[in-house]
C-alpha cells in the first residue's frame, strides 16, 4: 500500500532512486516492481547494528509511512531530511526532535491517501496507484499450468482466525460460481499445512469438483494468474490487494477490518477514502467490498463481542449467495465496459 510513493516519485523525478527497508522475508511483495531500486531486508527482533551503519544519512530523503519507533529511527538515521507519520499525543515527542517533518497519522481515511500526503513536503505530485510487479516469465508460467478456459481465482487463507470465512461457504460459492457462470475455480495454494487441511475442507463441502493451483506460485506469478482471471474473491489478506492493484475485478469478504482504511484501493481513485460508509456492501472501480451493514460493523476487533460461540458473528452471516451476487454483478459490469 506504500508503492504509490514509489510510483509518484519515479513518475515525475524519473533519475531518483528508491529503495525500501522492510523485514526479512516479505521482500517480495516488491519484487520485479519496475519503480523500486533496491529491497533491503532487516531481520525481526533485532537492533540490526549493521543496517544502521549502512544507512546513515545515505539518502537525500527518508519517509516512514507509520508511527513505529523502529521505522521513525530508522528513517531519520537514513535522510539528511526525513518525514514520517506520527500519532500527534504527548509521548511522541522525542519522535518529533528526530524528523524533519512529521504529519498526523489519520486512520479515518484511507492508508493510500495517507501515505502519500507525505510527498507534499518534497512538491512533488500524488499518485494514487497500487503496483505490483511482475512479468513476461511470470505469464508464461502461468499460461502454462492454468491452461483450460476462464477461470475465477479464490483466495481463502489469512493468518487472523477473526478474517476467516467458513470452509463451506467456500465450497458453496465455488460451486455457485461454476454452475451459474459456467467458469473454473481456482484456488490458490500456500506451503502452510493448517491451509492445505482447510482447501480439502472446501473441496469435500464444494457440490461440484473445484480446482486449485498444482504447486506454489511466487507473489508475481500469483500477480500474473490474478491479473489473467476472469474475477478474483478473497479475504482481508495481501492476495487480495494484489487482485485489486492488477485491475481485476476483486470481490474482498471483509469482518471486522476498517475498509474506510485497510479496503483494497481501486487504482487511480482520487477519494480520501473511498470506502468512508465502512459497512455493507460497496462497489468503487475494480473492486467491491461485501461486509454486513451491522451497527457494530466494522469493529477492528480480533474476538467477536456479540457472539456467544466464539466466531466473528458477521463473517459468519455472510452468505455464499451474497458473495456470489456481487461476483456475477460485478463481473458483467467490468466486462460491459
Known sequence: MTTPLAYSIKTHQPGARVDYLVFAGTEGILAKNPYVDRVIGMPRGSRSPGVIASLWNRYDVALSTNPSDRMTLFGSIAGKRSYGLLQDVPAEWWKKLLL???????????????????????????????????????????????????????????????????AEKWGALAGLIHDRLGLRTLFTVT??????????????????????????????QLAAAIKGS?????????????????????????????????????NDCRERSPFSTGKGVQRVGNVTVVQKPWECVPCNRE???????????????????????????????????
Not at 518534497?122 to 511482475?134: A, H, Q, S, T
Not at 491451509?195 to 469435500?204: N, P, Q, S, T
Not at 489478506?237 to 469478504?253: D, E, F, L, N
Not at 466464539?310 to 459468519?316: A, D, I, N, Q, T
Request: with cysteine; net charge negative; proline share 8%.
Open 100 to 166: 524533519t517533518g512529521w504529519l498526523r497519522y489519520d486512520d479515518s481515511n484511507h492508508v493510500v491517501p495517507g501515505v502519500l500526503s507525505l510527498l507534499d513536503s518534497l512538491g512533488i505530485p500524488k499518485l494514487p496507484r497500487v503496483v505490483m510487479g511482475f512479468d513476461a516469465d511470470d505469464e508464461s508460467f502461468v499460461s502454462a499450468r492454468l491452461a483450460g478456459g476462464p477461470y475465477v481465482v479464490l483466495h481463502p487463507y489469512s493468518r487472523g482466525a477473526c478474517k476467516f470465512w467458513d
Open 191 to 220: 506451503p502452510d499445512p493448517a491451509d492445505r487441511a482447510f482447501l480439502e475442507r472446501i473441496a469435500e463441502a464444494a457440490p461440484t469438483r473445484i480446482e486449485w493451483f498444482s504447486e506454489l506460485f511466487s507473489l508475481n
Open 230 to 266: 476472469t474475477a478474483y474473491v478473497g479475504i482481508d489478506t495481501a492476495a487480495t490487494h494484489i487482485a485489486a492493484a492488477v485491475g481485476t475485478p476483486t470481490v474482498a469478504v471483509f469482518g471486522p477490518t476498517l475498509t474506510r482504511y485497510w479496503a483494497p484501493w481501486p
Open 303 to 337: 474476538s467477536c463481542a456479540i457472539s456467544q460461540r466464539g466466531k466473528m458473528e458477521c463473517l459468519e452471516e455472510t452468505t455464499p449467495e451474497e458473495v456470489f451476487r456481487e461476483v456475477k454483478d460485478h463481473v458483467g459490469q467490468h466486462h460491459r465496459k
